[in-house]
């Protein structure tokens, strides 16, 4: 039975292997591609609905409000006076006084889903009708609107998304962590998904024109649900249109300081992802391929020589470290200092953590959120009918 349990965990470690690899070459793939060469720049306002203040926060916000682009707006939103965010947006106002930047406060409440709510009070501010509602956290090129821009010009495209790195606050053990499970294991899979045909709504990044969204029922239509992102993929999908991903890779700021923080905020991911794809999370075990490696050494310890076991997972590792350093050669963000590098040393803990938190993602529903206590359940979009055409008009003004 040893012999058995054995070879079976060194043929999931081979997969796990073979998954990274293939994760590496999706990346080289799509880092070698074109923006769409769309020849309209049109006007943009960005929503950034914000909730306190956190690490990197005034680098990642100033890095939207110096874009490179030719006409936008940022449409910053609280929901207190007293939140510490109001404070670094009145300064970037102060530092770029000719650019449109509007702070808006109100503390209406919509629904369970406090950031939609908060993106509810802040639209009747958007100028334009090109909208993008992008994460506070999130580190943007230069060129990161121009591109997501682009992509509108391809035909039948409903939304544009982008796929993100994680830069790590601090050096330490938790944020290199944390920062390595989405350079290494969401970003790859993100692509390897999109390659076998899926088009997921990613939700650091979601652009759209207004008229769709009010097709698709508004922000209210998100407001009852924790994985909103996923449902305004399947609700702009249910209209016939594309998702695309932009041609750009922003970093989203990971501040965890403590491993008990870190597990808490990749738990209410895991949570939530399974109650959307249960039978793909289940699958998702198998890219940890370490895990599997230390395994199979553990079962054969007893009938078969310590270097049979240690050989297994020197081949693991090595195969892991060399996908994950090829995923950061090809996108070119740590020499950008828009990403951590992957830490080859820690990958073995890296995947029992992640394992840790496969397993503990079927012990309760429940997940924390920016201070919420939530529970996860399949998102189903709403069914309520969508409001008028007039329900959501450009303020006056240029």
């Known amino acids: 039975m040893l012999l058995i349990g054995a070879l079976l965990a060194t043929v999931l470690a081979l997969a796990g292997i073979g998954q990274a690899l293939a994760g590496w070459r999706s990346v080289r793939r799509f880092a070698a591609g074109q923006p769409h060469p769309g020849a ?21 916000l100033e890095s939207v409000v110096s874009q490179d682009y030719p006409q936008f707006q940022v449409v910053f939103g609280v929901q ?39 993106l509810i009070n802040m639209l009747p501010s958007a100028r334009y009708d090109h909208l993008v509602i992008a994460d506070s956290d999130l580190h943007c090129a230069p060129d990161y609107l121009r591109r997501v821009a682009a992509e509108f010009g391809a035909e039948g495209v409903g939304l544009v998304t982008t796929l993100y790195a994680g830069l790590a606050a601090q050096n330490s053990l938790a944020a290199r962590l944390g920062a390595c499970a989405i350079n290494h294991s969401f970003l790859p899979g993100a692509l390897m998904s999109r390659d076998l045909g899926r088009e997921d709504c990613l939700g650091a990044t979601m652009a ?32 016939g249109l594309k998702i695309r991903i932009a041609t750009t890779v922003p970093a989203t700021t990971v501040p965890e300081a403590s491993l008990d923080a870190l597990f808490r905020h990749e738990l209410r991911w895991s949570r939530t992802i399974l109650s959307l794809v249960p039978l793909e999370f289940a699958a998702s075990a ?15 310890l007893p009938i078969a020589p310590i270097w049979c076991g240690g050989a297994i997972v020197a081949l693991a590792w090595a195969g892991r470290a060399i996908a994950a350093s090829g995923i950061d050669s090809a996108l070119g963000l740590v020499a950008q200092r828009r990403a951590t590098a992957v830490p ?43 409001p008028t055409p007039d329900a959501y008009p450009r303020p006056e003004g240029p």
């Open 344 to 386: 080859i040393l820690l990958l073995p803990l890296r995947d029992l953590l992640s394992i840790a938190i496969v397993l503990a993602s079927y012990w309760s529903d429940t997940v924390e959120w920016r201070g919420q206590i939530m529970h996860t359940s399949p998102d189903i979009a709403s069914t309520e009918s969508p």
């Open 80 to 118: 207190s006076p007293a939140d510490p965010a109001a404070a670094v947006v009145r300064r970037l106002q102060a530092r770029y006084p000719h650019s449109d930047i509007t702070l808006v406060i109100d503390p209406t409440q919509h629904g369970a889903n406090k950031k939609i709510g908060n």
């Open 40 to 60: 309209d720049l049109p006007p943009f306002t960005l929503l950034k609905p914000l909730h306190g203040d956190e690490p990197l926060l005034e680098r990642a």
């Open 286 to 300: 198998i890219q940890y391929p370490i895990f599997w490696a230390l395994l199979a050494g553990a079962m054969l």
């Open 208 to 239: 759209l024109r207004r008229e769709t969204l009010t097709r698709i029922g508004g922000l209210q239509a998100l407001v009852a649900h924790l994985a909103d992102d996923n449902v305004l993929g399947q609700l702009v999908r249910a209209e």
